[in-house]
């Protein structure tokens, strides 16, 4: 079984910042990806950016610039730090980690980003 915990959203101006923080535990031997997505409400979901094995990280266009994921193996633990958040980035925000080839989520942290 692996756990998923996330912590770090929350409510934030147009401009500001952000860093969520999601940790695994339980069988969690050979995760390949680590990554978020999001989910605003009436959309599909979609991909944010992730870190593979290998190190190597893919983002989605509309973040890229704003946003950096990081990855600490040592703790089992995938951050990602959000700049220069805007409206459109209002969503709930949700871990993902490959194990095995297959996905587990985390519940999801909120981020709205308002006025």
């Known amino acids: 079984q692996v756990r998923l915990v996330e912590s770090g959203g929350g409510l934030v101006q147009p401009g500001g910042s952000l860093r969520l923080s999601c940790t695994a535990s339980?069988?969690?031997?050979?995760?390949?990806?680590m990554g978020w997505y999001r989910q605003a409400p009436g959309k599909q979901r979609e991909l944010v950016a992730r870190v593979i094995s290998g190190g190597s990280t893919n983002y989605a266009d509309s973040v890229k610039g704003r946003f950096t994921i990081s990855r600490d193996n040592t703790k089992n633990t995938v951050y990602l730090q959000m700049n220069s958040l805007k409206p459109e980035d209002t969503a709930v925000y949700l871990c993902?980690?490959?194990?095995?080839?297959?996905?587990?989520w985390g519940q999801g942290t909120q981020v709205t980003v308002s006025s």
């Open positions: 993902n980690v490959v194990l095995n080839h297959l996905n587990y």
């Open positions: 339980g069988y969690i031997f050979g995760i390949t990806n």
